[in-house]
C-alpha cells in the first residue's frame, strides 16, 4: 500500500519567495531519515516544496478556471513537502512518520494513495483507461 506523508510546516503559508531550509542540523536529520526509508525499502519518492507565495491555485467556483497568485490570505496550513512511502499498513506508515525528526511547527498528515483495487465497477473501467502509475514524465 502506498502512502503520502504530507509535511505540514505551521508559518510556511506567510514564508516569503525564495525561502530556503537554513538549519543545517534539521536539514542533516532529515536527510538520514530519507535514507533510513531508503535503506529499509519503502521509499518511492521524496520532496519538498517551495513556499505558496511563489505558487498559483486554480479554483472551478464559478464554473470557470479562475488564477490566483500565492501568497494566499485564507489559508491556515500549507504544504512543504511530502514523501510517498510503500508498506505494508497505515500503522506502518504512522511508524515511519513518528521516526521523522519533525519539529514542534511541523505536522505530517499521512494519506493512502487510491490504488486501482479500491476502485470498484464503472469507476476502474473509466480509471483503468489511464494507467498513471505509468504516466509518461515530461
Not at 513556499?51 to 479554483?59: I, L, N, Y
Not at 525528526?101 to 487510491?114: D, L, S, V
Amino acid at each position: 500500500m502506498r502512502y503520502m506523508m504530507l509535511m505540514i510546516p505551521a508559518g510556511y503559508e506567510k514564508a516569503p519567495p525564495g525561502t530556503m531550509p537554513e538549519d543545517t542540523e534539521a536539514v542533516s536529520a532529515m536527510m538520514k531519515y530519507n535514507e533510513a526509508l531508503q535503506e529499509a525499502g519503502v521509499l518511492v519518492a521524496a520532496e519538498g516544496l517551495h513556499p505558496p507565495s511563489m505558487g498559483a491555485r486554480v479554483s472551478f467556483a464559478s464554473g470557470e478556471p479562475v488564477v490566483t497568485d500565492g501568497p494566499f490570505a485564507e489559508v491556515k496550513e500549507v504544504v512543504g513537502g511530502f514523501w510517498i512511502i510503500d508498506v505494508a499498513s497505515r500503522e506502518e506508515a504512522i511508524e515511519w512518520a513518528r521516526k521523522c525528526p519533525g519539529r514542534p511547527n511541523e505536522t505530517i498528515e499521512i494519506r493512502k494513495i487510491m490504488e486501482m483495487d479500491d476502485f470498484s465497477g464503472k469507476i476502474r473501467e473509466i480509471a483503468e483507461e489511464f494507467d498513471m502509475q505509468h504516466a509518461k514524465k515530461a
